[in-house]
């Protein structure tokens, strides 16, 4: 029996973009589709840039089509979508309704269009987000963010990250991402690296310009980065937050209510002292504290000496303190300062060492040990059942 067009189709309906994650049918890729016998031809729009992807694609498109049977052939024309289409697909993208084509328009109405709707995707997701804190700068946080959240994806999540230290973001350079997110109409499409994807303000600025800003504006940012951009339903969604407890912390416990406060503190009294500001900033504003991870706990010598430079305890004490676990020490070791810096994280680059071990333990204990409140949040898929 030869294919039908309505065959196709529904082979199609299964087959994802590559980048997107959505099925091309429902976003509007497929164009046409030409069935002559046993070679079918598919004729499909793509809503971003080639960057090596549209050969998946095809390769995907092609793989499913070949399975029906009757189908011995398969090609595929591929095109750039004109402005038209892409705002149709920010419309999928966005969760708004099509337009439609048989409505009485009035006359009279005012002709301009009424504003989008901008609705924050986490609300009732069933992401799990954890926000990396620390009352201090210098203790390696985002270095902490960087390695954990590649951590989770080697484990297999979808992992989304937002670098919300407006004036001192980093994740970009961290993460060796090097080009912006694309654009689709207003809908923002965030670059992946190492399996994580992620947004920052370095991508807006230059990486030596100063961000100048007051509360409001702050505020407003962190909104557009949680709404505007595609996410798709990323298992983790992991927040860079900046020092201290100011108004970007506020503003995220207002945003993501069911956040997780993760701290990061080093090992001497004074630090974990300061740390300890940010676990009260998360019981002023009902956020769950899951946790403590030390950096910097010690310093292996080529002889195997371990050196605790800036003391040690610091990072049990705050943790007992606040009643939550220890996650991990983690050594200060040259490579993961270097990895930072070009890169080129120390648990991709490096994944046997010691540093890198304790990375992966940490995402372990998150991803199954402590998995918060099941009985408040049934739905949550992370983890064991």
Known sequence: MPATEAAVRTALAAVDEPDLGRSVTELG????????????????????????????LEQRVRDAVLAIDGVARVDVDLREMDDDE???????????????????????AATAPAPRARTNPFTDSRTRILAIAS?????????????????LAQRGRRVAVVDADVWG?????????????????????????????????????????????????????????????HWGEPD????????????????????LPRAEVVIVTTPQPAAQKVAARAGAMAAKVNLEVAGVVENMSWFCADDGTRYELFGAGGGAELAARL???????VPLV?????????????????????????????A???????????????????GPT
Not at 323 to 329: E, F, N, R, S
Not at 341 to 354: L, Q
């Open 29 to 56: 890729l497929v164009q046409g589709i030409a069935v002559d016998g046993p070679t079918v031809v598919v004729a499909l729009a793509e809503p971003l840039p080639d960057r090596g992807t549209w050969d998946e």
């Open 86 to 108: 892409l705002a149709g697909v920010a419309r999928v993208l966005k969760g708004e309704p099509e337009a439609n084509p048989l409505a009485v328009v009035d006359a009279h």
């Open 135 to 151: 009352g201090k700068g210098g203790v390696g946080k985002s270095s902490v963010t960087t390695n954990l959240s590649i951590a």
């Open 169 to 229: 973001f980093s994740l970009p350079r961290m993460l060796g991402v090097a080009r912006p997110p694309d654009l689709i109409d207003d809908v923002l499409v965030p670059p992946d690296a190492h399996g994580v994807r992620v947004i920052s303000m370095g991508f807006f600025t230059g990486e030596d310009e100063a961000i100048v800003w007051r509360g409001p504006m702050l505020h407003k940012a962190l909104e557009q980065f949680l709404t505007d951009v």
């Open 236 to 255: 983790y969604l992991v927040i860079d937050l900046p020092p201290g407890t100011g108004d970007v912390s506020l503003s995220i416990a207002q945003f």
């Open 323 to 329: 009643g939550v676990p220890l996650l991990g020490q």
């Open 334 to 362: 040259p490579a993961l300062r270097e990895g930072g810096d070009a890169g080129a994280p120390i648990i991709v680059a490096a994944p046997d060492d010691e540093a890198s071990v304790v990375f992966r333990s940490i």
């Open 364 to 382: 372990e204990r998150l991803d199954t040990e402590l998995v918060p409140s099941r009985r408040s949040h049934p739905e949550l898929r992370i």
